[in-house]
């Protein structure tokens, strides 16, 4: 287990993307480093995702490559604090970076200094999102563990089925109903309905699915839409 807060550096050229992560590995950060926000897209893995405190972000060459990642954070409810870096800090470029979801705009060259006291000041205010955001990731590794006839259960418990209800409307037994339920709620973590409620309630905006997330969490996915649609 690390205790060290979790950074990402996106930066396309080479020499820049090692010199930053030297200087943040010289301290308490970890760091993990990625060659272009495509390339973030493409292939770091949701769950870990979450887990990031800090992005550090070259400014890209085009206003549309800079809303790559705040759109794809944004639509899967990730609030992670970013950090830009750019060549220019003009008021044209700064406000373009703000506007795709920056907290900070740093210019080069800056020195250590600069760069600790912008990560740190990320790190402080991701503090209180970061639990929700991996809470939420649990929650739908938990709901993608369900079968297909134990997600069925699910919607009819939070619709206010008792287990004959249950056991009639999918055409099974009550004691086979029952069965489904203790493990609905085994899965899910949860002692009593009420505390099913609330943690499904916490990922009631998560309706996409990440797309590096298996067929299963997709499932997982399409059943809190499913869910929130009849608690509307």
């Excluded at 930066?11 to 010289?26: F, G, N, P, S, W």
């Excluded at 085009?62 to 809303?67: E, F, L, P």
Aim: glycine share 2%; aromatic share 6%.
């Amino acid at each position: 287990m690390h205790d060290e807060p979790l950074v990402m550096i996106i930066e396309t050229d080479v020499e820049e993307r090692y010199a930053i992560q030297h200087m943040l590995t010289t301290t308490r950060y970890r760091v993990v480093i990625c060659a272009s926000p495509e390339a973030f897209l493409a292939g770091y893995p949701f769950a870990s995702v979450a887990t990031l405190q800090c992005l550090f972000v070259s400014q890209p060459a085009s206003q549309a490559d800079c809303q790559l990642i705040p759109a794809w954070l944004a639509r899967r409810e990730i609030t992670i604090p970013m950090i830009v870096v750019t060549e220019a800090a003009d008021i044209v470029t700064v406000v373009r970076a703000v506007r795709a979801g920056a907290i900070d705009v740093i210019q080069r060259p800056f020195d250590r200094r600069r760069l600790y006291e912008a990560v740190e000041a990320a790190l402080a205010e991701d503090v209180p999102r970061r639990a929700m955001r991996v809470l939420r990731v649990l929650i739908m590794e938990r709901l993608a563990t369900l079968t297909i006839r134990e997600k069925d259960v699910l919607q009819l418990i939070l619709d206010g089925f008792n287990n004959k209800a249950i056991a009639r409307d999918l055409t099974i037994s009550v004691q086979t109903a029952a069965k489904h339920r203790v493990r609905v709620f085994a899965k899910m973590n949860v002692v009593d309905i009420s505390e099913l409620h609330r943690k499904l309630s916490s990922v009631r905006s998560m309706t996409q699915a990440p797309p590096y997330i298996a067929p299963e969490s997709r499932d997982a996915c399409a059943l809190v839409k499913s869910i929130n649609s009849m608690q509307t």
